[in-house]
Each structure stands twice: as structure tokens, then as C-alpha cells.
């Protein structure tokens, strides 16, 4: 059965007495081998079927290496670890300058919980500065992104539970030879969280770069996934300046199955979730949004969308169509405009129409190749379920 769409209306979003947004999460990418922005790609007869003006992609297919734009929060994330762990910033000119910096620090490992493309990251920055990765999955977690996370050289152990019970044994090993590099947190860890969603900032800037240099205005629309939140935190963070003139609106989507930001948005309080959380949108798949990013996301999203997995389905197709190869996480956004076309008040709040400039992040690529290929070759009219994966009718 298919889950109706849940909406939670912020009625007072406010622009949040935050810090300028640093630019140095950015000079660091730079800095980072094969970093170039990625795509804004605009998607104008997808525009015309979803009846907006104008739909803009960035398409994070590819970054840094990755199919994810997941990198560019551990990045900045361990490199800050590191040189707090250093007592200081090294010069460094390459990675492998930067790497030799460590050597008072070695051996050294670097812990994560993830679903795939947050620990992956991890694991890539550990094999890039010669260092050791040890990354817990949840039980159920795709073989193919596994597979994904051991290629980059690290230990993955499968643990018996959700993500959050991954994110419990990977905090087990902070210490002396270990960092913990959490995209999520909890009392008393907070800072490595907090620089993982400074690096996800470098995608808004970005966008303000690339639509600058064509001649045109921001978008008056931001739809951002959200698991724990990090990566609409980092949205608010950037739309939401008080020095913000015409700050877009704010859309935050999450799977029906792992609703915590819905949940603590409509109890006033962060909450959690009971698992399973087992959508096939599985970057969502979180039972409590982080401590945080919480306050941002309180303060600062207009609304929040809880969808089923059929629509995933539906915007992984949409996207194909379109010459977009994403991964069901990826497309949740699309799935998000698509669950709010059919939500006429909802869409009027977020002023939704044939006037509308929309910004979708798809956050992913093609991270597991047998649940997409199931995915197009069904109608996702059905259930999408985590090894299930749309079982409607064939197309």
C-alpha cells in the first residue's frame, strides 16, 4: 500500500542570526585533486510537464571522484579532524604533502556509519592520506555500495540493526587512533557534524556562482533530501542569512518510512522514529534528525514532505528520460515536486506554478545498478520496498 504524502507548513520561517558563510570549505575543494563544479543543468520540458518556469539540476553524479556529493562533507570534515588532532594547519601543496604531515599521528584510522556514500567518502579520504577506515552499515544496506566502500580500502562491518545502531558502533571507537567522522551528532560530538555540513556548502556557492555568470536571478524554490538533515542545514545556513534580500523557500524531503524531521517538526522537539527504516531512497533512511542541524531546520524550512518510494521511483524515471542517470536517493528531490504537484494548498504555500524557478540537488549517481535497472523497467505504480523494488506492472 502506498503511504499518503505527509506535509508539515512552517508558517514563521526566520532568516537565523548565523555566522557569514566561510569560504574556506570552497579554497579547500579547490585544493583537492580533479575538483571542478558540477553540473546546473537546466531541465526545461521537464519544466513544461511539471508545470513550473524554469527547473534547474545540479546534478552531483560526479565529485571528486565519487558519485556523490557526500565527499565534499567528509572532506572538509576529516581535514579539519586532522588538524585539530595536529595542533595546527600544515602547509601543504598535495595530498601527499598533506599526508606526510600525519605521520606523528599514525596509525590512525577514521570511523563512519553510513548507508553507502557517506562512509565511502570516509574510506576515500582515509586511502588518499594513508590512513586506515573502519565503516558500519546497517543490515540490508545494497551489496553493490558494500562493495563500493571495501574498494576504497576499508573495513565494513554489517551491523545487525538500523543506521542509528550503526552510528552507536561507530562512535564506540572514538579515541586516541581513531576519529570519528559523523555526518550526524549527539551530545558532546559536534564539531566534526557541524564542518560536514560547511562542506556541503560548496554546492550552494556554486550555484550562485554558475547562475551569476549566465545572467540569471537565484531561484525563488530549493528542494533538499533530508536523512539527519545535514544537507538542507547546510541550505538554511546558506538561504537564510539575515543579510538574505529575497531568500528562496525552503522545501525539505524525506521518505514516509523515516520521517524524523516531519516527526520533530510537528512535536516542537527533535524526535525519533521507530525502525524499520527501509525505503529504497536508503541515504535517507535515518531515525532522528542531528542534534545540529536541528535547530536550522526548525528555524529555517518552509516545508516538509514525507513521500512514499513510489515517487523516488517516478523521478528516477523522470530523470532518465531527461539524460539524468541518478540513484533513488538522488531523485528524491524531483520526488518531492512531484508529491507536491498533487498537494494544491501545499504548493500554493510554497509558491509552486507556472512562475516558479526551482533548484533540485540530485545528490547521487547510479550507486546500486540492480535496483535502478528494476526501477526502469517497472511502472512504479506499486510499493518500492528495499529488495523490492517496484513490483508493478512491466512497462
Given amino acids: 500500500m502506498m503511504n499518503p504524502t505527509q ?7 526566520y532568516a537565523l542570526a548565523v555566522s557569514p558563510v566561510s569560504d574556506a570549505p570552497l579554497a579547500f575543494h579547490r585544493r583537492l585533486p580533479g575538483y571542478q563544479p558540477t553540473p546546473l543543468v537546466e531541465l526545461p520540458e521537464l519544466a513544461r510537464q511539471l508545470g513550473v518556469g524554469r527547473l534547474w539540476l545540479k ?31 600544515p602547509a601543504w601543496t598535495t ?7 600525519l605521520a606523528p599521528l599514525r596509525p590512525l584510522s577514521l570511523a563512519a556509519a553510513t548507508d553507502g556514500n557517506h562512509g565511502r567518502a570516509v574510506a576515500h579520504m582515509a586511502r588518499l592520506l594513508g590512513l586506515t577506515a573502519q565503516i558500519f552499515v546497517p543490515a540490508g544496506t545494497a551489496a553493490a555500495r558494500i562493495a563500493a566502500i571495501a574498494g576504497e580500502g576499508a573495513s565494513v562491518t554489517v551491523v545487525d540493526g538500523s543506521y542509528d545502531d550503526a552510528v552507536a558502533r561507530s562512535a564506540e571507537l572514538a579515541g586516541s587512533h581513531c576519529l570519528v567522522i559523523s555526518d550526524t551528532s549527539w551530545p558532546g560530538y559536534e564539531d566534526v557534524p557541524r564542518q560536514v555540513i560547511a562542506g556541503y556548502g560548496t554546492i550552494f556557492a556554486e550555484v550562485d556562482a554558475e547562475l551569476a555568470s549566465r545572467g540569471e536571478p537565484p531561484p525563488g524554490l530549493v528542494i533538499v533530501q533530508m536523512g539527519v538533515g545535514a544537507l538542507a542545514a547546510a541550505a538554511v545556513g546558506h538561504y537564510r542569512r539575515p543579510d538574505s534580500a529575497a531568500p528562496p523557500r525552503l522545501i525539505g524531503v524525506e521518505p ?34 542531528s542534534l545540529i542541524a536541528w535547530p536550522l531546520l526548525q528555524a529555517g524550512l518552509d516545508l516538509c514532505l514525507a513521500i512514499d518510494d513510489h515517487y523516488a521511483c517516478q523521478a528516477v524515471r523522470a530523470l532518465a528520460s531527461a539524460g539524468i542517470a541518478a540513484g533513488e536517493t ?39 545498478p540492480a535496483a535502478r535497472a528494476r526501477i526502469l523497467a ?6 518500492c520496498v528495499a529488495g523490492r523494488v517496484c513490483a508493478g506492472e512491466a512497462s
Fill in 95 to 101: 595530498l601527499d604533502t598533506l599526508a606526510a604531515h
Fill in 7 to 13: 506535509v508539515f507548513h512552517n508558517p514563521h520561517p
Fill in 378 to 383: 517497472s511502472n512504479c505504480r506499486i510499493d
Fill in 330 to 368: 538522488g531523485a528524491a528531490g524531483l520526488g518531492g515536486l512531484l508529491a507536491l504537484r498533487e498537494l494544491p494548498t501545499a504548493a500554493a504555500a510554497a509558491g509552486l506554478g507556472a512562475n516558479a524557478s526551482v533548484l533540485l540537488i540530485a545528490t547521487e549517481g547510479v550507486t546500486d
Fill in 59 to 89: 546534478a552531483e553524479a560526479q565529485r571528486l571522484g565519487l558519485p556523490s556529493f557526500k565527499i565534499l562533507g567528509a572532506a572538509w570534515a576529516v581535514y579539519r579532524a586532522l588538524v585539530e588532532r595536529l595542533g595546527g594547519e
Fill in 256 to 289: 514516509t518510512r523515516a520521517a524524523c524531521v516531519l516527526a520533530s517538526l510537528r512535536a516542537g522537539t527533535i524526535v525519533s522514529v521507530p525502525a524499520p527504516h527501509d525505503s529504497i531512497m536508503a541515504g535517507l533512511n535515518c531515525g532522528a534528525p
